[in-house]
């Protein structure tokens, strides 16, 4: 069986005013029945990490460096995430894919990094509208998961989450048919890959513009273990109704 997830991205959103909204997650879901991971900005993460112990809500990051240390100003490793209080990372979000002009090797070199810190890697794969538009997501998304996951993944270390770029931020969701189309194809993938036994315990989240409004329908399609969400994660009201609607799935 795999765990269900609720992980909430907060992107570059969040100082430490923000840490009550986490505290108000706690209160809400002091033993949650499914993971609650929220990954807040770098400079919050220690204190989120404090905010949450004890309870079953953990804390991840939004990026790492593939190197473990070394002269990368700016940048952040994934022993830095673990030693903040981290226990994931999300990797090759379209967001770093497009700012920082991350390519799939990038994303794997890192993911490799974080694995090898002992993190889960949630790895985002995901098509823009042309793409979709011109009918080749599942080309895409192939393309995507065989370059930017590693060799060395398993149902432990590995997630992944299925993001449309035209779905994020914009309240647009793909039909139901749609998300299970992608994700009954990156499950195959994945078994072909790694093996029937690894391939059906990796969890694969939707992300895109999920709401408390439409959590519950989204939760029902076949190989969704759950979502990544950002806006909605910001919130502990929203985001408490997406942890419910997957509680009940
Ligand atoms: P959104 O973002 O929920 O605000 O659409 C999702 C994401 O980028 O992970």
Known sequence: ??????????????????????????????????????CPPATLLHRAAEAVRGTGITVGGQDCHAATSGAHT????????????ANTVILGHSE???????????????????????????????????????????????????GSIPDQSTGENLIVAYEPIWAIGTGKVPTLNEIGEVHDFIRARLERRFGEGVGRSVRLLYGGSVKPSNAAEIFGVSNVDGALVGGASLK??????????LEKT
């Not at 002009?101 to 794997?108: G, L």
């Not at 502990?236 to 609607?245: H, L, M, N, P």
């Open 1 to 38: 069986m795999r765990r269900k997830l609720a992980a909430g991205n907060w992107k570059m959103n969040g100082t430490t005013a923000a840490l009550s909204e986490l505290e108000a997650l706690t209160r809400a879901f002091p033993s949650p029945t499914v993971d609650v991971l929220i």
């Open 74 to 85: 700016g940048d952040i490793s994934a022993d830095m995430l673990v030693d903040a209080g």
């Open 96 to 146: 770093r894919r497009e700012d920082h002009d991350e390519q799939n090797e990038d994303v794997r070199a890192k993911a490799r990094g974080a694995m090898d810190a002992g993190l889960k890697a949630i790895i985002c794969v995901g098509e823009s509208l042309e793409q979709r538009e011109a009918a080749n997501t599942l080309e895409i998304i192939g393309g995507q998961m065989s």
């Open 236 to 245: 502990a009201a929203d985001f408490s109704g997406i942890v419910e609607a």
